[in-house]
């Protein structure tokens, strides 16, 4: 069984300031991992995934999350935030045809 | 071009009616999805098609039935709407379903409201 969990369901910064999304993992073979963002009254969008071809990965909007196996995590984080950041972020885990999403965590920024 | 598109984006009815959502997709996927999203934005898997072939049904109650008329093309009527029923439903997309990395595209989301 596979599962994911978002350490914080709420996470405030202060424009300009490091952002940091925690996800661990729990997974019996070796995972595919997600973040998607949220904005107000969206749809989900695919941030950024880890498909085992490198432990740091990049995604749009100057995010980046490694993959630590050892720890099996998969943080978020942006060197600077802006106030456009600000939205519901999920990280999920896939296997086959199902995927399990967190229960999210919603990041404010402060001006 | 909307990629997911659904209809209608509000919803809002009375409990004990039967109501409808559609979602269509254009990017050519094999594979389509529904979501529920309460209100403390935890989001679940409730149904997914391949190929208008039903793979995954996740514990949901009868009153949900999906329909696949064609793989763009996916479906959810409900009957009888209790007020648990109030959510976002989220339809969604990916190109096979059997990729583990596959990334899902979502549509805007459909708000229902049972009152």
């Known amino acids: 069984a596979q599962s994911v969990t978002q350490l914080g369901s709420h996470v405030s910064v202060s424009e300009g300031a490091l952002v940091l999304l925690r996800c661990n993992y729990s997974?019996?073979?070796?995972?595919?991992l997600f973040w998607y963002v949220q904005y107000p009254n969206q749809g989900l969008q695919l941030l950024l995934k880890y498909t085992s071809a490198a432990t740091l990965v990049k995604g749009i909007n100057g995010f980046e999350a490694e993959f630590k196996k050892s720890e099996t995590s998969f943080h978020l984080t942006k060197p600077s935030a802006h106030m456009s950041d600000a939205a519901e972020y999920f990280c999920?885990?896939?296997?086959?045809?199902?995927?399990?999403f967190g229960a999210g965590t919603r990041l404010f920024v402060k001006a | 071009d909307t990629a997911v598109s659904q209809t209608p984006k509000y919803l809002v009815t009375q409990m004990g009616n039967d109501k409808s959502i559609k979602c269509e997709q254009n990017l050519g996927h094999d594979t389509m999805y529904w979501y529920k999203q309460d209100s403390k934005k935890f989001l679940k898997i409730m149904f997914s098609y391949n190929n208008k072939e039903l793979i995954i049904n996740e514990t949901v109650p009868n009153r949900f039935s999906p329909k696949s008329p064609d793989k763009a093309h996916l479906n959810l009527h409900i009957n009888s709407l209790e007020l648990g029923d109030s959510a976002v439903y989220f339809c969604?997309?990916?190109?096979?379903?059997?990729?583990?990395?596959?990334?899902?595209?979502f549509g805007p989301g459909t708000r229902l409201l049972v009152l």
């Open positions: 997974s019996s073979v070796p995972p595919y």
């Open positions: 999920a885990v896939t296997g086959g045809f199902k995927t399990i």
């Open positions: 969604a997309s990916s190109l096979t379903g059997t990729g583990g990395e596959e990334t899902q595209y």
